[in-house]
C-alpha cells in the first residue's frame, strides 16, 4: 500500500487524540487518526465530565458542537454526592452544579464523528507495529506506512509509542493503577446519586453511581497495595447485593494515577498527551478533562512551532496540569493513604457539609487551586490538635 503523509499524525482516537485533532483542523492543518480499534468500542471510565471538561471542549468545538456531542453521549446529571464508611451512606450534600456522567463509548465515537465531519482522517483498526523517528514515519501491522512532521501519541497509560522510544516505567513515580469495573443493569442495582465508599479497598475507594439504564460500580487498586483485587470487589458486590453478580464479568484497565513521565515529549516532534502522559487526576482519577486539554495544547504548540520549538512549546503549556495534579496527591495522600485522614475525614464529614460541597466544587469541578489546599490542611491539623491534646 502507497505512503501517506499528514503534517501530523495522532496514535489514539480517544478524547485527547480527537481534541488535538479538532484543534489541528480549525487551525487548518491537516492530520490522520489511527487507531487499532474500531468504534464505537467500550471503554473502561466512570464517564466524570466535569464543568472544567466541558468548556475546554466547548472551547474547540463551539457550544453547538458541545451540545451535539453531549446528546450523542447520552449525557446524565446527578445532582447527590454521597460518602460511605464501607457501604454505610455517612454524608450526602448537593454540590453547586450536577454532576455529569458520559457514556464513553458513545462519547468518544461522537468525538471521532466530530472529526470526520472537520474533513479530518480517520484510520481505525490499524495496530501501530513501528515508528522509525529519524525518518518520520510509521508503520501499522498491515504495512501501512504514514509519514508525519508531528508524532502525537494519544494511545492510553501503556502507550505503544513510548514503548517503542525505549522509555520505561523506571522514569515512573509509580506504575499504572488496576481499575475494575462493571456496569449492571438498573433492575440488579440501582444508587441514589454519585456514592464513593471508604473503607473497602486500603489506601483507596469503590464508587456506584448511575448512567442511564444502567449503574456502574467501579474499585481502584493502587499499585503498591497487596490484596486480591477480584475477591474484594466481588465482596463489595454482594454487600451491596447486587444481583446475578456472575452475569457481569469484572473489567479491567490501567490508570496512570500519580506517573507521570518525567518528559511529556520525546525529541522535538513527538508529544504525548492524556493517559500517554501519565495526565489522570491522582484523587478522583478523572482523565477526560486532562486528555482534551492536553489534546487542544498539543495542536496549539505544533501551530506555534514557527515561533517556539513544539516540544518547548508543549512542556510549558502542560506544566500548569502537573500542578494541578500534584496538589490532588497531596489530597490522595492526606485523605487516603494515611490511615488517619480517611477516619477523620469520616468522622468530620457529616458537621462539614459546607465544606464537603466546597471541595468538590473547587478541587473536582473546578480547576484546584492552592486556597483549598491550605484550608483543608489547616482545618486537618485542627482538628488532630484538638484530639491529641498537642
Known amino acids: 500500500m502507497s505512503a501517506l503523509n499528514f503534517e501530523t499524525v495522532i496514535v489514539g482516537a480517544g478524547p485527547a487524540g ?6 489541528l483542523l480549525r487551525l487548518g492543518h491537516s492530520c490522520c487518526i489511527v487507531d487499532k480499534r474500531t468504534f464505537p468500542r467500550d471503554k473502561l471510565c ?25 446528546k450523542e453521549s447520552q449525557c446524565v446529571q446527578e445532582s447527590r454526592f454521597v460518602l460511605c464508611n464501607g457501604t454505610k451512606e455517612i454524608v450526602s450534600c448537593n454540590p453547586e452544579r450536577h454532576i455529569r456522567l458520559v457514556d464513553r463509548r458513545r462519547f468518544d465515537k461522537a468525538l471521532l464523528d466530530a472529526v470526520v465531519l472537520e474533513g479530518g482522517m480517520v484510520i481505525t483498526g490499524e495496530e501501530i507495529a513501528s515508528v522509525d523517528f529519524d525518518a518520520r514515519c510509521i508503520k501499522s501491522r498491515s504495512g501501512l506506512e504514514i509519514g508525519y512532521d508531528y508524532l502525537v501519541a494519544a494511545d492510553g497509560a501503556l502507550s505503544t509509542v513510548r514503548r517503542l522510544t525505549g522509555d520505561n516505567r523506571k522514569k515512573h513515580h509509580r506504575q499504572p493503577s488496576l481499575c475494575l469495573e462493571i456496569n449492571v443493569d438498573v433492575k440488579d442495582y440501582s444508587c441514589d446519586g454519585v456514592c464513593i465508599y471508604f473503607g473497602i479497598v486500603p489506601k483507596s475507594y469503590a464508587w456506584t453511581f448511575p448512567k442511564g439504564d444502567k449503574t456502574c460500580i467501579g474499585l481502584v487498586k493502587l499499585p503498591d497495595t497487596d490484596f486480591d483485587v ?27 494515577i500519580d506517573c507521570c513521565p518525567k518528559r511529556p515529549v520525546y525529541g522535538e516532534h513527538v508529544l504525548f498527551v492524556g493517559d500517554a502522559a501519565g495526565l489522570v487526576q491522582s484523587l478522583t482519577g478523572e482523565g477526560i478533562y486532562y486528555a482534551i486539554s492536553s ?13 517556539m520549538r513544539p516540544d518547548v512549546r508543549y512542556v510549558h503549556h502542560i506544566s500548569r496540569y502537573r500542578h494541578m495534579m500534584h496538589l490532588a496527591s497531596v489530597y490522595q495522600r492526606m485523605l487516603l493513604e494515611w490511615g488517619a485522614g480517611t477516619e477523620f475525614l469520616l468522622k468530620h464529614a457529616s458537621s462539614h457539609l459546607n465544606f464537603i460541597r466546597h471541595f468538590y466544587d473547587t478541587q473536582i469541578d473546578q480547576e484546584p487551586t492552592l486556597g483549598p489546599v491550605s484550608l483543608f490542611t489547616r482545618w486537618y491539623l485542627y482538628k488532630l490538635k484538638k484530639r491529641h491534646g498537642w
Open 18 to 23: 480527537c481534541a488535538c485533532a479538532l484543534e
Open 295 to 307: 489534546g487542544r495544547d498539543a495542536a496549539d504548540s505544533i501551530v506555534g512551532a514557527s515561533s
Open 230 to 256: 477480584n475477591s474484594t470487589f466481588r465482596k463489595f458486590l454482594e454487600e451491596l447485593h447486587v444481583n446475578n453478580i456472575d452475569s457481569y464479568p469484572f473489567k479491567g484497565a490501567m490508570i496512570p
Open 46 to 70: 466512570g464517564g466524570l465530565f466535569t464543568d472544567k471538561a466541558s468548556k475546554a471542549l466547548e472551547g474547540i468545538v463551539g457550544t453547538a458542537g458541545l451540545a451535539r456531542i453531549l
